[in-house]
């Protein structure tokens, strides 16, 4: 493919890209839209985490909690990178085996004892998390 010219719809955020490709079978006519869908990135061993599990620190960074192993919530400063549909790519901060917490972080404190629940993560097109996630509600807290 050769890209001539690249525009970007400043209202509907469509680009637009004019490329030359071979049709040899002539399916493409001249004057045909096409829609195409165009891979930025493939990252293999990325580390995705729901953007609901993501909050922001007094200073806009970005930070999770986490369940160490002795069950209690910390709160971990994590990077993040590309967003892909709902969820992150963790950059730094957490490692394979993390178990994040997904939902009721509102009614959660550091250093708290958590009652853990499995988080069912929505569907994502031929991709895996490899961060374990849960939803984790504070004991005592009603759901």
Same mark, same amino acid.
């Given at each position: 493919?050769? #890209? ?7 209202? $509907?955020?469509? +680009?637009? #890209?004019?490329?030359? %490709?071979n ?19 493939? !990252?293999?061993?990325?580390?995705? +985490?729901?953007? /609901? ?12 909690? +986490?369940?160490?192993?002795? *069950? $209690? =919530?910390? !709160?971990r @400063?994590?990077? !993040? *990178? /590309?967003?892909y549909?709902? #969820?992150y790519? =963790? ?8 178990? %994040? ?10 250093? /708290? ?10 569907? %994502? ?5 490899? %961060?374990? $996630?849960? $939803? ?6 009603? @759901?």
């Amino acid at each position: 493919m050769l #890209f001539e010219d690249i525009n970007v719809d400043p209202e $509907t955020g469509d +680009v637009t #890209f004019r490329i030359e %490709v071979n049709n040899t079978e002539r399916k493409l006519l001249p004057g045909m839209y096409v829609r195409v869908n165009i891979d930025r990135a493939s !990252i293999p061993q990325a580390l995705l +985490v729901p953007a /609901q599990a993501i909050q922001r620190n007094i200073s806009g960074e970005p930070q999770v909690y +986490v369940i160490n192993a002795q *069950g $209690t =919530a910390e !709160i971990r @400063p994590i990077e !993040i *990178g /590309q967003q892909y549909e709902q #969820f992150y790519i =963790a950059n730094k901060g957490l490692k394979v085996g993390d178990r %994040v917490v997904v939902e009721g972080i509102e009614r959660i404190k550091p250093n /708290q004892k958590l009652a853990l629940a499995a988080w069912k993560a929505p569907a %994502v097109a031929n991709h895996a998390s490899s %961060v374990e $996630t849960k $939803t984790s509600i504070a004991e005592g807290a009603q @759901p």
